[in-house]
């Protein structure tokens, strides 16, 4: 596990939102990760490019999918993936951050739940299945409307993944199979 270093004051007004696996641990048992991914929006990129530079970090990788990687100087971690987007649910999600069990800002789950969808590797969807299993069923519901919303193409795998979490872990709490 990461240590996460002090994001809040090294990124200043910039919102920012624990994501990936660490992000895990505000919902449910966190996964061994090896890195620390934050989610920008698209539009603040560079200044938060310009925040890790002056905190003493280079940066080391830029990320396929948007973002960069950087890294402090002489050190070998933490390594922290800065993921930008530019999605129309983005700045909702920045205003209503959920919080971790060390305060951290973290993607709420039911934005959590729709980006891990949509990289679609297997460890976020592994990821998303127990990110539903743990979901009360209105969240649930929420969650299946944003994706229906955000990503159409995805609802038959949110199906599927709800009914594999319910065929592991149980129905969901406040839901009439109970």
Not at 34 to 46: F, K, S, T, W
Not at 110 to 136: C, E, F, H, N
Request: proline fraction near 7%; include cysteine; glycine fraction near 8%.
């Amino acid at each position: 596990m990461q240590p996460v270093p002090d994001l809040a004051t090294m990124l200043g007004s910039i919102r920012w939102v624990i994501v990936g696996g660490l992000a895990l641990r505000a919902y449910i048992p966190e996964r061994m990760t090896l890195d620390v991914d934050i989610l920008v929006h698209e539009r603040d990129a560079g200044q938060a490019r310009q925040a890790f530079l002056a905190a003493g970090y280079h940066v080391i990788a830029e990320l396929t999918i948007g973002g960069f990687t950087v890294q402090p100087l002489g050190a070998e971690t933490p390594v922290i993936d800065i993921i930008t987007r530019a999605d129309n649910w983005l700045d909702q999600a920045l205003l209503t951050p959920g919080h971790d069990p060390a305060g951290y800002p973290v993607l709420g789950r039911p934005y959590l739940t729709l980006m891990k969808l949509q990289a679609g590797r297997t460890q976020d969807l592994a990821d998303v299945q127990r990110l539903i299993a743990s979901a009360p069923a209105a969240e649930r519901a929420i969650t299946r409307e944003l994706v229906l919303r955000e990503s159409p193409e995805l609802v038959e795998d949110f199906d599927a993944l709800c009914t594999l979490a319910d065929l592991e872990f149980g129905p969901p709490s406040g839901s009439e199979l109970q």
